[in-house]
C-alpha cells in the first residue's frame, strides 16, 4: 500500500491550545494537501502546499513540508470547539493519484 | 450550491445483489474518484476517470466497476455486493487528473449482509 499514515491517531486537547498533527508518507510527490472531515460528512479541502515550498499559511493553519524526511505537519493556532473533526493528508505524484493518510481524530474541548 | 450529489445517502443490501451508487456533479470537472472509506484503514481509491469516456483501477478495484458516459455522471457498481464492502462510499472531483483541490461528496453508507 502506498497510503500515508497521520500520527498521532487522535488528539485531546483544551480549546485555545494549540493542535499539531503530523504525515508521512512513501513516495515522491507533486504535492500535499491536508483535508477535514467532519463526523458523518464528506471531506473538505484545507490546504495545499507544493513539493517545492517548505511552509504555508492560511488563517489559523500553518502547514509544513519537508520532502528529504517524506513528511508535513499541520499546526491549528488557537483551536476551538468547532476544529473537533478528522484530518486527513494526501498526496499526489505522476504516478499515483491522490493517496490518502489514515487521518487524526481530533478533539477540541470546551 | 455547485458540488457533487451522492444517492443514496445510505442503503442495506443483501449479499449478491446488485448495487449503483450515483454520483453527479455540477462544476464541469474532468476528473473524478470513487473511494471507500473504513475504520483505520482511511480512505482507498477504487476507480477514477480522467475525462468523459475513460476510466482506470486505483488500489481495490476488485469486485466494483464505473463508468463515465458524460462529464456529469460517474456510478459505481458493485455487481454482486458481499459483507466486505460494506464501507462508505465517497464520490470526488478535480478540475484535471491528480491536481488541485478535490471535492467531495457526502458519502454513501452501504451495509451488506
Known amino acids: 500500500s502506498q497510503q500515508g499514515e497521520e500520527d498521532p491517531q487522535a488528539l485531546s486537547i483544551q480549546e485555545g491550545e494549540n493542535a499539531t498533527m503530523n504525515c508521512s508518507y512513501k513516495t515522491s510527490i507533486n504535492n500535499l494537501q491536508w483535508y477535514r472531515q467532519n463526523s458523518g460528512r464528506g471531506l473538505v479541502h484545507l490546504i495545499l502546499i507544493r513539493s517545492n515550498e517548505r511552509e504555508k499559511h492560511s488563517g489559523r493553519l500553518r502547514v509544513t513540508l519537508d520532502t528529504s524526511k517524506k513528511s508535513s505537519s499541520l499546526l491549528i493556532t488557537a483551536s476551538r470547539a468547532a476544529d473537533t473533526a478528522s484530518y486527513f493528508c494526501a498526496t499526489t505524484s505522476g504516478t499515483y493519484k491522490y493517496i490518502f493518510g489514515t487521518g487524526t481524530r481530533l478533539k477540541v474541548l470546551a | 450550491i455547485a458540488g457533487i450529489t451522492q444517492a443514496p445517502t445510505s442503503q442495506i443490501l443483501a449479499a449478491g445483489r446488485r448495487m449503483t451508487l450515483r454520483c453527479t456533479q455540477d462544476?464541469?470537472?474532468?476528473?473524478m474518484y470513487w473511494y471507500r472509506q473504513d475504520l483505520g484503514l482511511g480512505l482507498r481509491l477504487i476507480h477514477y476517470s480522467n475525462t468523459a469516456g475513460t476510466t482506470g483501477k486505483g488500489e481495490v478495484p476488485d469486485g466494483y466497476s464505473v463508468s463515465r458516459a458524460n462529464t456529469d455522471d460517474f456510478p459505481l457498481t458493485l455487481a454482486s455486493a458481499v459483507p466486505s464492502q460494506t464501507s462508505v462510499y465517497f464520490c470526488a472531483s478535480s478540475e484535471m487528473m491528480n491536481t488541485g483541490e478535490l471535492f467531495f461528496g457526502e458519502g454513501s453508507r452501504l451495509t451488506v449482509l
Open positions: 462544476m464541469r470537472h474532468n476528473a
